[in-house]
């Protein structure tokens, strides 16, 4: 079973979020555009105009937020895509 801690506080997350945070972990210096984040967690029947991953990606923020505080580390590029701010680097996540 696949786990998250952040702060030594492990998150409860849904496999959607589980599987964003983690592409977005694995492309640190990467900028990536919800479309290729969802082609990589969704199945391939998935809508690319639903709002579902929105959805996901703010629910994963809210829940990371308890335990970071202000200390936001998936930024937004507004038009371009999502990735992990380089703070993270010194975090427990």
Do not use: P
Request: charged fraction near 30%; aromatic fraction near 8%; include cysteine.
């Amino acid at each position: 079973m696949k786990q998250v801690y952040v702060n030594l506080c492990r998150l409860e997350l849904t496999k959607k979020e589980y599987g964003i945070l983690e592409y977005l972990l694995s492309n640190k210096d990467k900028v990536l555009s919800a479309g290729e984040i969802i082609e990589h967690v969704w199945d391939s029947d998935s809508d690319l105009f639903s709002n579902s991953f929105k959805v996901h990606i703010n629910s994963l923020k809210k829940k990371l937020a308890v335990h970071l505080g202000d200390k936001e580390i998936i930024r937004n590029t507004r038009g371009i895509g999502y990735f992990i701010a380089e703070e993270a680097n010194n975090e427990t996540v």
